[in-house]
Nanobody
Framework: QVRLVESGGGLVQPGGSLRLSCVASGSIFSINAMGWYRQAPGKQRELVCRLTSGGNTNYADAVKGRFTISRDNAKNTVYLQMNSLKLEDTAVYYC????????????WGQGTQVTVSS
């Protein structure tokens, strides 16, 4: 009932920038939060940042000051602006949506590859 589609990934040099987009469709209501996670090969998926419906944000220490999460409610879209990219930022980035419909339910996008390479 909820579909998340990420886009904007690609190949970028160290120090460069990318902006990821996540468009949500379907039963988009009772949203508690949206966020971005990433997973590198051989590693667990980790939280990058999170934005609640109340406007509160949380960032992983590794990306503070470099990444910014934002949303455009009219377009049902959440963004991740990534600046000053480092090699260690290379991962598949996933969009996540949380709903509270009597219980907490989460949804995931298919992921978009971000590769930082010199």
């Amino acid at each position: 009932q909820v579909r998340l589609v990420e886009s904007g990934g690609g190949l970028v040099q160290p120090g460069g920038s990318l902006r990821l987009s996540c468009v949500a469709s379907g039963s988009i209501f009772s949203i508690n939060a949206m966020g971005w996670y990433r997973q590198a090969p051989g590693k667990q998926r980790e939280l990058v940042c999170r934005l609640t419906s109340g406007g509160n944000t949380n960032y992983a220490d590794a990306v503070k000051g470099r990444f910014t999460i934002s949303r455009d409610n009219a377009k049902n879209t959440v963004y991740l602006q990534m600046n000053s990219l480092k090699l260690e930022d290379t991962a598949v980035y996933y969009c996540n949506l949380e709903r509270w419909v009597g219980e907490r339910v989460g949804y995931w996008g298919q992921g978009t590859q971000v590769t930082v390479s010199s």
